[in-house]
């Protein structure tokens, strides 16, 4: 199985301010096909994780640009420019590259 | 707009068979653009992929829980269940339903609200 590792594991943030995630992989995520199959979800209380970035760097619709994906291989980054108090909750990376599908171990963000 | 909701019991007795369907609405399992999956999460822990089925029937298990999933479809009535035996108290977890599409490695983008399946004697 591949296992995805999160760092950090909580996160206090100030609203206004920056957010960052790191998400890495115990194998490389690049398929042949060019592509890199890594995923980020955010879970509000309460709710379903709801997808937020697909392929490493793209937006899902309707998520708001101040949520951003970087990364390439086995090391991948989420990063919020401006944190706002909605974007509590927990992060998840995910991979589909391989099956079974794994998760992330999730990373709490909450508002200071 | 799909919707997916998570049905069946919230309480289940230890060595007992959990048991849940997923219905869809709003769009049609035969329609074979998606894989229909069971995902689960223990109280305040993290995702546990469970495995698909497609609409053929064709299935894939977490190698983790492989031998007590069974994941089946009803195309009839548009759900789709999940069978878990021999249930142990660390089964207890919301269950969540959910797709994917069926071209490539793509990525969860509906899922149900999830259940809370509690197994307690």
């Known amino acids: 199985d591949i296992v995805m590792t999160q760092t950090p594991l909580s996160l206090s943030v100030t609203p206004g301010q920056p957010a960052s995630i790191s998400c890495k992989s115990s194998?490389?995520?690049?398929?042949?096909?060019?592509?890199?199959?890594l995923y980020w979800y955010l879970q509000k209380p309460g709710q379903p994780p709801q997808l937020l970035i697909y392929?490493?760097?793209n937006r899902f619709s309707g998520v708001p640009d101040r949520f951003s994906g970087s990364g390439s291989g086995t090391d991948f980054t989420l990063k919020i420019s401006r944190v706002e108090a909605e974007d509590v909750g927990v992060y998840y990376c995910?991979?589909?590259?391989?099956?079974?599908?794994?998760f992330g171990p999730g990373t709490k963000v909450d508002i200071k | 707009q799909v919707q997916l909701q998570e049905s069946g019991p919230g309480l289940v007795k230890p060595s007992q068979t959990l048991s849940l369907t997923c219905t869809v609405s709003?769009?049609?399992?035969?329609?074979?653009?998606?894989?229909w999956s069971w995902i689960r999460q223990p109280p305040g822990k993290g995702l546990e992929w469970i495995g698909y089925i497609y609409y053929s029937g064709s299935t894939y298990y977490n190698p983790s829980l492989k031998s007590r999933v069974t994941i089946s479809v009803d195309t009839s009535k548009n759900q789709f269940s999940l069978k878990l035996s021999s249930v142990t108290a660390a089964d207890t977890a919301v269950y969540y339903c959910?797709?994917?599409?069926?071209?490539?490695?793509?990525?969860?983008?509906?899922w149900g609200q999830g259940t809370l399946v509690t197994v307690s004697s």
């Open positions: 392929e490493v760097s």
């Open positions: 995910m991979q589909s590259i391989q099956l079974p599908l794994t």
């Open positions: 959910a797709r994917r599409d069926s071209s490539g490695y793509q990525p969860f983008d509906y």
């Open positions: 194998q490389s995520l690049l398929h042949s096909d060019g592509k890199t199959y």
């Open positions: 709003g769009g049609s399992i035969s329609s074979g653009d998606y894989y």
